[in-house]
């Protein structure tokens, strides 16, 4: 799979746009699961935020949200079946984290929706927020793992073999991007 580059990214500007990319170039079978399984995310993601936008039918937007709330539910528990190379990463349990936090959001926002509540728009704001970093962290633990697994990657046999400290394999990330 070719690597990404920065200005690849820069196109990302819709959670439909993340659905699009993560349906690309797959490298084994565990990433293409992973990145059908985020695809579905990201769009539950987009439908519930375009019908924000679009209508002021709450019932509607709630069953959007009741939705999206479902589909990160099942996203959750795929990741619990996701391999050990994917679990031995720092990224996954990075990811994890914001994962819980933007299913926090989502309930909270429904919440808000179904009281018809005035704070309705801090909590989709709130959880449009965390969509953005969900789906970024998700990027990123999707990239680490491909270039991790990735045989012709640039390190040496003994920089593979020796662990890499958590801020180093940042830099290194960084590093790729800028070539």
């Not at 990214?9 to 565990?30: K, M, N, P, Y």
């Not at 990075?94 to 926002?109: F, G, I, K, P, S």
């Not at 929706?113 to 990027?139: H, I, M, P, V, Y």
């Amino acid at each position: 799979m070719p690597a990404t580059r920065p200005s690849q990214l820069l196109t990302l500007q819709s959670f439909g746009d993340i659905s699009r990319f993560l349906r690309e170039g797959v490298a084994d079978e565990d990433s293409r699961q992973l990145r059908d399984s985020l695809s579905a995310l990201s769009t539950h993601i987009d439908d519930a935020v375009r019908e924000r936008r679009t209508t002021t039918d709450t019932a509607a937007i709630t069953r959007r949200v009741v939705s999206l709330a479902q589909c990160a539910r099942e996203h959750q528990l795929f990741l619990t079946g996701l391999g050990s190379a994917w679990h031995a990463l720092y990224e996954f349990g990075a990811y994890q984290r914001a994962l819980r936090e933007l299913r926090h959001a989502v309930a909270d926002w429904q919440q808000m929706l179904e009281r018809r509540s005035a704070k309705e728009s801090a909590c989709f704001d709130q959880f449009e927020l965390l969509a953005w970093r969900t789906l970024g962290e998700a990027l990123l633990l999707i990239d680490m793992y491909e270039h991790q697994s990735d045989p012709l990657s640039d390190l040496s046999d003994t920089e593979r073999r020796r662990p890499v400290p958590t801020l180093q394999r940042l830099r290194n990330w960084f590093r790729r991007w800028t070539r």
